[in-house]
Structures are given as structure tokens and as C-alpha cells.
């Protein structure tokens, strides 16, 4: 007779963090259930069968029992590796910034194929060898949308004047987009917004994935383009990510072709980030540490 407490889901590892002497307590993002919460028994035992393959960074088949307080991982399958989202840590730390918006984006156990599918994607893209700077701006946009908070780059946000060529505007994230230069704003420290910096946000809003790839941006522009879209997911999300300063660690410390196999992680200490370096000859990055609390 089959054991109607087990049931089997695609899922890709958000985030993990060791509990007790051998468990592992892992936070899932399923098509079908949203984000979940599931444990792994005895993971961090030599003789056990699950601890080689249930990796974050990768599309997983699993068999899980449903618990009291967690699900219970009983089986897993590889799917997809994307063995190339280890080979650099900028790429590493862009898929893990990927997996921190969708984690703190949903509520656990509302479905959330959606997003499923755009974390799938921004993987297949970054194991493909997208630059990790244009994936993760594509990424934050179309999770923008998802969300339903889709920044407005083509009129002004105050008085709805559709925006021409040429125009002073500014960027308040605030407000929801582009200001005019008719409105004092919320604060006249807020910094304007070139016109190309505006032109690429447009661009990730309508282009699909493969020309944004293909486009050429001059590097100032693309710094302001992370700069603005960043503060905008920062005011969606309410607060700064972890994961995102890892990668600005990464980037101002390592600079981008750094191999994962020589870089180390943030001190444990720094801004709460517990993100461990991969262990060298190993496949396995862990990423960062889950809430305080976040076991109870
Ligand atoms: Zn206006």
C-alpha cells in the first residue's frame, strides 16, 4: 500500500543550514508548493545516501514525507548540475543572490511556479556563460513583474506625462520609478537618471533574454543600471541582502574571473554573513546562512 504522507516535487536548495549533530534543515522552492521547509536526516554522515546529491545550485527531483514541523527529504535526484555556476564566484554569488530575492519574495507554501521557472531560467542562463551582471538585471526585472511591482520607466510617476528623449529625470524608487522635473520629490538628494541608464531599463523590460545579452552598454552605464535597479529591489524587498553584499565583497575584493577554488568567503562576523567558502576538490558551496531563528 502506498504511503500517502510521501509525495515528490522538483525543487531548487534557497538556502541551508546545519542542525543538530547530522541533520540539515534546507529551505525548497517547489513549482507546485511555493517555498518550503524540509530536513535532512543524517545528511552530514559519511554512509549517507542523500548527502552527495541534494546541492543547492542545482534542479533536484525529491521524495519527501510530510513531518510535523518539517517534510523529510527520503530520495533525491539530480536533474540539472549546471556544474558551470561553480566555476567563478561572481557567478556563484549572482546565483545566490538569485535565491535570496525568490526566498524572501515568498510566503512558504503559496505556489510560486512563476518564480520557479525564472530561477530555473537565470541558472540555465548563468551556466551558459550570460554575463552574471546582465542575468541578475534581467533577473531583478522580471522578478519585479512577478511580484506585480514593475518599475515605471516610461511615464513620470507624479503626473503620468509620458516621458520624451532628453528629459531630466529622476529615479525614486520611493515613488515607483521616474520623476519629472516638475516635482520637488520626496528628497532633493535623490540622484537623476542619465537617459542612458534609462534607455537599459527600458530595454530590460521589453528585450527578451537573448538580445539583452547581446547588447553593447559602456560600463558606466551599466554600473548605474545595477546601481538604480539594485536601490529599487532593495525598497521592494525593504532591506539590504546578504547574498548582495557577499557579491559586492566579491567583485571589490576578487574581481569577477576569480576562481572559486582560491577566494574565500566573508569573515562570519562581517554584516552577518556566514557564507562559506567551496571547499577545494569539492562540489559542494554553501551559501549563506539561514535567519537566526529560522529553526523554530
Ligand atoms: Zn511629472
Redesign the pocket.
Known amino acids: 500500500m502506498p504511503d500517502r504522507r510521501l509525495y515528490v516535487t522538483d525543487a531548487i536548495v534557497l538556502s541551508r543550514f546545519d542542525f543538530g549533530e547530522a541533520d540539515r534543515i534546507l529551505t525548497l522552492l517547489t513549482p507546485g508548493l511555493g517555498k518550503i521547509k524540509a530536513i535532512a536526516k543524517g545528511i552530514r554522515r559519511p554512509t549517507s545516501r542523500i548527502g552527495g546529491s541534494l546541492e543547492p545550485l542545482a534542479e533536484l527531483r525529491l521524495q519527501l514525507a510530510r513531518g510535523r514541523t518539517f517534510d523529510v527529504v527520503t530520495q533525491v535526484t539530480m536533474q540539472h548540475a549546471w556544474l558551470g555556476l561553480r566555476d567563478r564566484l561572481e557567478v556563484t554569488a549572482t546565483a545566490w543572490y538569485c535565491a535570496e530575492l525568490v526566498d524572501r519574495s515568498l510566503e512558504e507554501r503559496h505556489a510560486a511556479e512563476p518564480l520557479y521557472l525564472l530561477l530555473r531560467r537565470s541558472y540555465e542562463l548563468l551556466d551558459a556563460r550570460m554575463a552574471p551582471g546582465r542575468v541578475a538585471r534581467w533577473f531583478e526585472m522580471r522578478l519585479c513583474d512577478e511580484l506585480g511591482v514593475r518599475p515605471e520607466v516610461d511615464r513620470?510617476v507624479?503626473?503620468g506625462?509620458l516621458l520624451e528623449a532628453g528629459d531630466a529625470v529622476r529615479w525614486i524608487p520611493l515613488l515607483g520609478g521616474v520623476?519629472?522635473g516638475?516635482?520637488p520629490g520626496p528628497s532633493q538628494a535623490s540622484a537623476g537618471l542619465s537617459t542612458d541608464a534609462l534607455r537599459v531599463l527600458k530595454a530590460y523590460q521589453r528585450m527578451d533574454v537573448e538580445a539583452l545579452a547581446g547588447l553593447r552598454l559602456p560600463a558606466a552605464v551599466e554600473v548605474e543600471v545595477e546601481r538604480v535597479l539594485g536601490e529599487f529591489v532593495r525598497h521592494v524587498m525593504e532591506r539590504d541582502t546578504r547574498s548582495r553584499r557577499f557579491l559586492e565583497e566579491v567583485r571589490a575584493g576578487y574581481g569577477g574571473g576569480t576562481s572559486a577554488m582560491h577566494a574565500q568567503a566573508p569573515a562570519a562576523g562581517s554584516a552577518g554573513v556566514a557564507a562559506q567558502a567551496p571547499a577545494a576538490g569539492s562540489a559542494g558551496v554553501a551559501g549563506p546562512a539561514a535567519r537566526p531563528g529560522a529553526a523554530s
Open positions: 513620470c507624479e503626473c506625462r520623476l519629472c516638475s516635482h
